[in-house]
């Protein structure tokens, strides 16, 4: 508790970064904050083309199957990937003054989060405009599942920018790993798809381990499917989430004390 309480103290630390992320993402650039929506959806046409043209997908207005799922994981990518850096990038900082160094992967994540929530709005956009609509029941579901996701890549940041400071290596190795769990995560399929194929046992606890399986699947139930998601998947996200925010913190406690003398 003396930790949230610390960190809260620093609220004001961690908007300053946010901000400072959210200007700099895209700064001198000639679109600017246009590319937060453009670049979903430019991999979003990418995927589409493929897997409804070339590897055809048999889904009903596959374009917004895929989009609900793209936007989460895109968020989770980035606090993996932004997130394994986050305390190296601002060593300087580190090495002279004083700051709850989980202020600089709270800061990073929440910048994605901020950037994802700004995405949803052209989400709802095409969910009207297709005409496919929104279950407004469903939809008091979502802030739930956001948060849920918020805190599970929270825990992954805080786990991936402690060890990263340590192993260098560590950043360029997630690369792969995050586009290795994107095809192990029903993002361009469904979950049927697993359900149904003639796989071995061991890909299918992989899968059923992976946290962003229950996490894609409830986005696409509140959003495609336009359903109230089971409790019994949203539980198992939360599980998930609060496991992975305590081992993150805990790992992030211990390996902090070390991170001057590694700069």
Not at 63 to 83: E, H, K
Not at 189 to 215: C, Q, R
Request: proline share 3%; net charge neutral; aromatic share 14%.
């Amino acid at each position: 508790m003396n930790q949230i309480k610390e960190i809260y103290e620093y609220r004001e630390m961690i908007i300053s970064l946010v901000r400072k992320d959210l200007r700099g993402r895209y700064k001198g650039s000639v679109l600017g904050f246009f590319w937060t929506f453009l670049n979903p959806l430019l991999q979003l046409v990418v995927f589409t083309l493929v897997f409804s043209i070339i590897m055809k997908q048999e889904y009903e207005q596959y374009y917004i199957f895929l989009f609900v799922a793209l936007v989460p994981w895109m968020f989770f990518a980035s606090s993996v990937q932004d997130g394994s850096t986050s305390v190296l990038r601002d060593k300087e900082m580190v090495k002279k003054i004083y700051f709850p160094r989980e202020v600089l992967p709270i800061a990073t994540v929440t910048s994605g989060f901020v950037n994802m929530l700004l995405t949803f709005l052209v989400i709802f956009v095409v969910l009207i405009f297709s005409g496919r609509g929104i279950n407004p029941v469903a939809l008091l579901c979502l802030p739930v599942v956001m948060i849920v996701e918020y805190i599970l890549c929270l825990g992954v940041g805080l786990i991936v920018a402690s060890v990263t400071v340590y192993l260098r290596d560590l950043q360029y190795i997630l690369g792969i790993i995050v586009m290795a769990l994107q095809y192990l995560t029903p993002v361009m399929y469904g979950v049927d798809v697993v359900e149904n194929a003639h796989v071995g046992k061991w890909l299918i606890t992989m899968f059923n381990l992976n946290p962003m399986t229950s996490i894609i699947k409830i986005y696409r139930q509140i959003l495609y499917y336009k359903v109230v998601p089971e409790l019994s998947d949203l539980l198992l996200s939360l599980v998930m989430g609060i496991v992975f925010i305590v081992i993150g913190e805990l790992l992030f406690t211990k390996l902090q004390k070390g991170f001057a003398e590694e700069f």
